[in-house]
């Protein structure tokens, strides 16, 4: 049976993602990395893909879990893995084609990305899911600071466009693992913090205490910004929380952050309760199920946008926000429409089809 509360917060990824890439292409003249409207832009942004990666940790986790628990064979293990990561890298590089570099766009069409992060997770998480609880927090201790672990390797001196090319197989590599946009080192924390949501979603207090000493982390990384004059947040750059790559704090923080969007949107569903706000966020729902096919959709709205945008002068702010906050909002009455009338025609019906749920 879904929960309405993990559908809610899928809609809330991929809407984040859907804003901040939109104000990535339809940036607002006058805007610097200063302006409040930036940092918005740019919080939201900074917990889309955390929020993505932790929610298909959790789902994926949980499938394999059922799946290992009724002692399925390894030959149906690959059966039900290998569709999922087929469309996952099919749809990568759809978004590199329809957002290339070449059309005004921000990526090589050969680039891993968020969604090939997600592909090795569901490669992975067959070995994940027999791993013990503590064995995985572990695991996500050691992701935490492998930001530190890998140092120099993460590259923090090079640019968007030398982040998301590579001149050959082994440089292409390296993207994938540990200094490209979503690399598997430090971002694979997600999955592990997904999985151990998953495994405490009865033991409410326990979150909540690992929510409080994240609060009191994110606090401290606050501290020392202020007292030793550094800036908080950049999306790269000399700050305390870098998204490109990720820092530790940033993985400390934004994962926080999504413990405890999962805790308030969760409400009392996990007790057979109402989520929080009942009925009343229903209408985002539709967004959640259909998180793949808008996550892919928008890039072709988007590449679109760039391409007629190359060499024309940036909007002013208030018609680049609307045009920002319009294509966002979109995508909501649009799944609404989608699941009334078409529901099956989407990435997720595709993968529903090639790899039915036993």
């Known amino acids: 049976m879904r929960l309405s509360h993990i559908d809610r917060i899928k809609a809330i990824a991929v809407l984040f993602m859907v804003e901040v890439h939109t104000a990535a292409i339809v940036p607002p003249n006058g805007v610097t990395v200063g302006h409040p409207a930036a940092f918005v832009a740019a919080s939201f942004g900074g917990m889309a893909a955390p929020l993505f990666v932790t929610i298909s940790g959790w789902g994926m986790y949980g499938s394999a879990r059922r799946r290992i628990s009724r002692g399925v064979g390894a030959a149906e293990i690959v059966q039900w893995i290998f569709p999922r990561v087929l469309i996952l890298c099919i749809c990568q590089l759809m978004v590199n084609i329809l957002l290339n570099v070449d059309r005004g766009g921000r990526f090589e069409w050969h680039t891993p990305g968020v969604l090939t992060l997600l592909a090795i997770g569901a490669i992975l998480s067959p070995i994940i899911a027999m791993l013990s609880r503590n064995q995985r ?20 001196e090079i640019g968007w466009f030398e982040r998301v090319g590579s001149s050959g197989l082994s440089e292409w590599f390296s993207r994938l693992v540990w200094n490209g946009t979503y690399p598997i080192v430090p971002w ?9 949501l998953y495994d405490m979603r009865s ?3 326990a979150r909540e205490m690992g929510i409080i000493f994240g609060l009191v982390a994110t606090s401290a990384t606050i501290a020392i910004s202020i007292i030793e004059g550094i800036t908080w947040a ?9 998204f490109f790559p990720a820092s530790m704090p940033f993985l400390v923080v934004s994962g ?7 805790r308030i949107l969760e409400g009392k569903e996990e007790v057979g309760g109402d989520p ?17 096919t808008i996550y892919v959709a928008h890039f072709a709205v988007l590449g679109i946008i760039a391409f007629f945008m190359q060499g024309e002068p940036r909007l002013a702010i ?9 294509h966002t909002i979109i995508w909501i009455p649009l799944s609404i429409w989608h699941e009334r009338f078409i529901p099956n025609f989407s990435l997720e019906g595709v993968i529903r089809i090639l790899q039915p749920e036993r």
């Not at 926080?256 to 999962?262: F, G, I, Q, S």
């Not at 929080?276 to 793949?292: K, N, Q």
């Open 234 to 242: 950049l999306t790269s750059g000399e700050a305390i929380l870098t």
């Open 137 to 156: 927090v572990v695991s996500l201790l050691i992701f935490s600071i492998s930001p530190l672990m890998i140092g120099d390797y993460s590259q923090p």
């Open 256 to 262: 926080t952050m999504v413990a405890l969007a999962m």
């Open 318 to 326: 208030v018609p680049a926000f609307t045009v920002t906050i319009a």
């Open 203 to 205: 033991s409410k207090s």
């Open 276 to 292: 929080f706000y009942g009925d009343r966020l229903a209408f985002l729902e539709p967004a959640g199920r259909l998180s793949l």
């Open 188 to 196: 694979i924390f997600y999955i592990f913090l997904g999985t151990i």
